[in-house]
C-alpha cells in the first residue's frame, strides 16, 4: 500500500526540522521511514527556505542546508502550472499555495496549525488537519 501523500506546511516543517525534541518530531520520523510521502512546491519550497534564514533561527547557510537535507530528499515534488479554480477564500493569500499544492498533487491530507488554513477545512476536499489530527489519522494507514 502506498504510503499517504500530505502536504506540511512550512510552520509544521520547520518545527519537525528544527526542534528535534518538539512535538513534531514523530513527523520527520515519519517522512525520513516513508510512512507519508510530503508534496512540495517550487513555492513551498522558497517558502521554507525563506523561513529557515530567520534571524530568530540563528542557522548557518551550512545548518539550513544541512536541514533541508533531512527533508527535500524524501518529498515528491508537485509542478503547479496554474492556480485550480474552486478553491477556497483564505484570509492569509500567502496560505493559499498550501492549498493549491494539495490540489493539484491530489494529496491526501494537508497538515497544518495554520488558523487561516483551518478555517477553510469544511470548504475544501482534501482533509486539512492538525499535527495531532494527523498523528491520529496516520495510526491506521
Excluded at 512546491?41 to 534571524?55: G, M, N, Q
Excluded at 548557518?60 to 527535500?72: F, G, N, S, V, W
Excluded at 530528499?73 to 492569509?92: C, F, H, K, M, W
Excluded at 487561516?116 to 482534501?126: G, Q, R, S, T, Y
Aim: net charge neutral; charged share 20%; proline share 7%.
Amino acid at each position: 500500500m502506498m504510503p499517504p501523500r500530505v502536504v506540511i506546511d512550512t510552520n509544521c516543517l520547520v518545527s519537525a526540522l528544527i526542534f528535534s525534541r518538539s512535538r513534531f518530531a514523530w513527523l520527520r520520523h515519519a517522512w525520513q521511514t516513508r510512512r507519508i510521502i510530503p508534496l512540495v512546491s517550487r513555492d513551498t519550497a522558497h517558502e521554507l527556505l525563506r523561513v529557515l534564514a530567520y534571524p530568530k533561527f540563528k542557522l548557518t547557510r551550512q545548518e539550513q542546508d544541512a536541514l533541508l537535507a533531512e527533508c527535500l530528499p524524501y518529498t515528491e515534488a508537485v509542478r503547479v502550472d496554474q492556480t485550480p479554480s474552486g478553491l477556497p477564500s483564505i484570509r492569509n493569500a500567502d496560505d493559499i499555495i498550501f492549498l493549491v499544492v494539495a490540489t493539484v498533487g491530489s494529496a491526501d491530507a494537508l497538515v497544518s496549525g495554520d488558523g487561516h488554513l483551518l478555517a477553510v477545512k469544511d470548504h475544501f476536499h482534501i482533509p486539512i488537519l492538525t499535527p495531532a489530527q494527523f498523528e491520529e489519522w496516520l495510526q491506521p494507514h
